[in-house]
């Protein structure tokens, strides 16, 4: 009998910066994963950005094993030094990004967040109130164990360990007198909270998918921020300095929104920009162009951008902050004879 491998599912990676780019980020697929698939006869397999997940079948493209309701939980861990300043999230820790299909098998929910923990769950008290009624919850939004009470201000901790919860997903109620709640979504597993994964992925595998497929997608917005050209001058007169102008050649060319810029003496320079002292010695002034928008980073060049003095071309292309930058600052240096 041959073996082979029919396509369940695959789930994608697309950052609005990184693009496709896999050197961005890697699969954490933890041993516990890796053997639950192979009591399901399935296998994971990272190719790329993209993440596969097949099954075992015969010649006749019928699985081995019937592909039950059953769950596959692993992450991503972000490798660019500089992701996190260049991804755009509401999420932020000690929550992580969660993607699953549970509501939906076809499709991933926008990502959630959720606090990774293991079997002996411990929670930190996020409502202010006093007494405050903490509910453990399953993600049915079903109460599991009787309420706990936390009388006073002292109290900013409760655990849960003495009751060895399984892996799945949790949620902590904390409901106070005026009935205003606090919910914290938690997911139980040792193996991935040891991994330290930056995205959790909840994928529920349905007989469907053997013979439709899904494609899923996970996708991440860029930052956005106002680009910043810092110009050093030396030898420029107050004269000179203000015919210099930039101006966007390369908006239609990129398929972008065209840009435009202010032009700020270092008196005007805001609170979020680089000091003025820190970037001129001697006889030096500087001036900075500030787009008058904040577009989303990109790592693809913005063509054109172009210096000017009066009409004249003085630069054709300015540089770009691309993948090396985790701010939008350029420094750009120009001297009269």
Do not use: C
């Not at 006749?60 to 059953?70: E, H, I, K, Y």
């Not at 309420?147 to 655990?159: G, K, P």
């Not at 990129?254 to 002292?277: C, E, M, V, W």
């Amino acid at each position: 009998m041959n073996l082979r491998y029919g396509t369940l599912a695959t789930i994608a990676v697309e950052h609005a910066f990184f693009g496709n780019d896999d050197a961005a980020f890697s699969w954490l697929l933890t041993d516990s994963v890796q053997a639950q698939a192979r009591k399901r006869r399935v296998l994971l397999k990272a190719v790329g950005q993209q993440l596969h997940i097949a099954n075992e079948r015969d010649e006749s493209d019928t699985p081995f094993l019937a592909v039950q309701d059953g769950v596959l939980r692993f992450g991503l861990q972000w490798t660019h030094p500089h992701v996190g300043s260049l991804t755009a999230s509401a999420i932020n820790r000690p929550n992580l990004p969660l993607f699953h299909n549970t509501n939906n098998p076809s499709q991933l929910a926008a990502a959630e967040p959720v606090r990774l923990s293991g079997p002996a769950l411990r929670h930190v008290l996020r409502h202010s109130d006093r007494p405050l009624q903490v509910e453990l919850r399953d993600i049915a939004d079903q109460a599991l164990i009787p309420a706990l009470v936390a009388e006073t201000v002292d109290i900013e901790e409760i655990s849960f360990s003495h009751y060895a919860l399984p892996e799945g997903r949790y949620v902590v109620v904390e409901t106070a007198n005026d009935m205003s709640e606090q919910r914290t979504q938690y997911l139980v597993d040792s193996s991935l909270l040891r991994a330290a994964p930056d995205v959790v992925f909840e994928l529920h595998l349905a007989e469907d998918m053997v013979a439709n497929p899904i494609d899923f997608v996970a996708s991440f917005a860029a930052t956005s921020a106002s680009l910043k050209y810092y110009l050093i001058l030396k030898n420029f007169s107050n004269a000179q300095q203000a015919e210099l102008n930039i101006i966007d050649q390369g908006a239609a060319d990129d398929g972008r929104p065209s840009l435009s810029f202010n032009k700020l003496q270092s008196d005007a320079f805001a609170p979020d920009d680089l000091p003025p002292d820190s970037l001129i010695k001697g006889d030096e002034n500087v001036i900075l162009f500030k787009s008058d928008t904040s577009p989303p980073r990109q790592a693809a060049v913005r063509h054109k951008l172009q210096l000017r003095r009066n009409a004249e071309v003085v630069i054709p292309h300015l540089p770009h902050a691309g993948l090396d930058q985790r701010n939008t600052d350029v420094i750009v240096y120009l001297a009269n004879p």
